[in-house]
C-alpha cells in the first residue's frame, strides 16, 4: 500500500518554487482533496480508490493533472474532462504569479477539489480570506467538505456576491475573452490571474498574469503555457480538424515535426500570433492513431503538419501565413512566452498582444470553424 503522506512530502520537495508556496502546499495532503473516482486517461473507465488504492495513488502522485469529473458529471465514450485537480508545478507557478501574501483577500474561480483553495488559505493566513467560486453544485460540495476546517469560503456559482473588493483572482478555467466582472472584483494594480485562449476548445491556454490598470482595463505578461478547461459559460465548439477526410494536392516540408513544436511552447507562441488562422492539434482522428498532427486552416484551404515535418494540404494559403509567423519567431530566437504582453479591455472585449516583434489583435470571431471531424484530446500535458 503506498505511504500517501510520503508520497506527498516527495511531491512537495519536487516543487520549483518559493519556500512560502512549498510551506504552503506541505500542510494540505493532495489525497486528502481529490475524489476517490478519478478518469486517468482520455478514454477508458473511471478508477475508484476503493478498488485499486495504489493506481488511484499514482495518479494522484503524478505530478500531472488528475481528472475528477467528465462531461460534466455524465459518462461519455471520450472522457472530456470538466473538473480536476490541476498539475502541482502549474498551480505552485500561479500562486507565484499572483504574489499571494499573508493579509490578502483573495478570490479563486474554479473550486474543483478544493487543493488550490486550501494552499490559498495558508498563504493569506489568518489575516487574510479565501473565496473561491464553483459552477458545478456537486464538484462545490465535495470541496466543501474537504474544506471543513479552513476559513475557505465556497460560494456555488459564477460570482462570490456581494460587493467585497479582493486583492488578488486566480482564475482555474480558461476564458476566451476576460470577462468585465473579473476585472471588476479586484482593485486597481490587483493581480488577475488567468488562462486564456482566444479560439475554440481543444488548444493551449496559456496563462496571462494581468494586472487592473482602469475600470475595465487589464495588462500583463503571459507567464507559463497551459492546458485548462474551459470557462463553463464561454464554451465554444470544440477544435475541428480542418480538411478532415478530404484528399490532399499538396506535399511540401515544415522545419519542424509536428511533435517538436508541441513539445517547446513553439506551437502557442504560433497559435497566439496567427490569429487569422484556424489551427487544431490532435491524434488522427480520422484514423485512429496517437501521431499529433497540427492541421491549419483559413477558409478552405487547409495543410497538415506530420510529426516527421511533411506537410500535406490542399492550399498554401494557411501554410504561408504559418511558415511566416515561424520564420519571425525564429529570426528572433525564440523569446520566451513572457516576451508576450496582454491588453485587456473587458468592456468592448479588445484582447491584444504585444512583444518587440509585432501586434495582434484577437477579434471575438476570428474565424468560423470549418467542416471536419471534432478532434480527439491530444497527448499534450502541460497540466490543469
Ligand atoms: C481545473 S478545475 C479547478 C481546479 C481546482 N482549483 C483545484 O484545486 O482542484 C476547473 C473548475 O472550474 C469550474 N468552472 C468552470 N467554469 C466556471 C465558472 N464560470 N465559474 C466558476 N467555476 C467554473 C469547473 O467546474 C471546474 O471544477
Redo the contacts with the bound molecule.
Keep these: 500500500m503506498t505511504d500517501l503522506d510520503r508520497a506527498h512530502a516527495l511531491l512537495t520537495d519536487r516543487l520549483d518554487t518559493t519556500d512560502e508556496i512549498r510551506a504552503a502546499f506541505a500542510a494540505h495532503p493532495r489525497h486528502q482533496?481529490?475524489p476517490d473516482v478519478i478518469w486517468p486517461g482520455a478514454v477508458g473507465a473511471a478508477l475508484d480508490r476503493a478498488d485499486d488504492p495504489d493506481g488511484w495513488a499514482a495518479s494522484v502522485y503524478a505530478d500531472d493533472?488528475v481528472t475528477?469529473?467528465t462531461d460534466?458529471g455524465a459518462a461519455g465514450p471520450v472522457n472530456i474532462?470538466?473538473?480536476?485537480?490541476?498539475a502541482p508545478q502549474l498551480?505552485a507557478d500561479m500562486l507565484r504569479a499572483a504574489e499571494i501574501e499573508p493579509g490578502m483577500r483573495v478570490v479563486?474561480?474554479?473550486?474543483?477539489?478544493?487543493?488550490?483553495?486550501?494552499?490559498l488559505a495558508s498563504l493569506v493566513g489568518p489575516t487574510g480570506s479565501v473565496t473561491?467560486?464553483?459552477?458545478?453544485p456537486d464538484?462545490?460540495a465535495h470541496?466543501r467538505g474537504r474544506l471543513t476546517g479552513t476559513d475557505v469560503e465556497v460560494v456555488t456559482?459564477?460570482?462570490p456576491g456581494g460587493s467585497e473588493v479582493f486583492d488578488a483572482l486566480?482564475?482555474?478555467?480558461a476564458v476566451r475573452r476576460v470577462?468585465l466582472a473579473w476585472v471588476e472584483l479586484v482593485g486597481r494594480d490587483a493581480r488577475l490571474v488567468v488562462p486564456w485562449a482566444p479560439y475554440p476548445e481543444g488548444g493551449p491556454t496559456p496563462v496571462v498574469a494581468l494586472r487592473r490598470t482602469g475600470p475595465a482595463t487589464a495588462v500583463g505578461p503571459l507567464v507559463r503555457d497551459a492546458s485548462?478547461?474551459?470557462?463553463?459559460?464561454?464554451r465554444g465548439a470544440r477544435q475541428r480538424f480542418p480538411g478532415t477526410g478530404e484528399e490532399a494536392t499538396e506535399q511540401t516540408v515544415f522545419p519542424e515535426g509536428s511533435r517538436d513544436l508541441l513539445r517547446n511552447d513553439r506551437l502557442t507562441r504560433l497559435v497566439l500570433t496567427c490569429p487569422e488562422l484556424y489551427i487544431a492539434v490532435g491524434g488522427r482522428p480520422w484514423a485512429g492513431g496517437a501521431a499529433p498532427v497540427v492541421a491549419l486552416g483559413e477558409g478552405d484551404d487547409w495543410t497538415h503538419i506530420w510529426p516527421n515535418g511533411s506537410a500535406t494540404g490542399n492550399g498554401t494559403r494557411a501554410l504561408t501565413a504559418f511558415t511566416k509567423a515561424y520564420t519571425m519567431w525564429e529570426e528572433a530566437g525564440w523569446p520566451g512566452l513572457n516576451s508576450l504582453t496582454l491588453e485587456v479591455d473587458a468592456r468592448s472585449g479588445a484582447h491584444t498582444l504585444r512583444s518587440c516583434l509585432g501586434m495582434w489583435k484577437h477579434p471575438v470571431q476570428a474565424h468560423a470553424s470549418p467542416t471536419g471531424r471534432t478532434a480527439l484530446p491530444t497527448q499534450r500535458r502541460t497540466g490543469?
Design positions: 482533496y481529490v493533472y475528477t469529473q460534466d474532462p470538466t473538473s480536476s485537480s490541476s498551480m479563486e474561480i474554479g473550486t474543483g477539489t478544493g487543493w488550490n483553495a486550501a494552499i473561491s467560486v464553483e459552477i458545478d464538484v462545490a470541496a456559482g459564477t460570482a486566480i482564475a482555474t478555467c470577462p485548462f478547461m474551459r470557462d463553463r459559460r464561454q490543469s
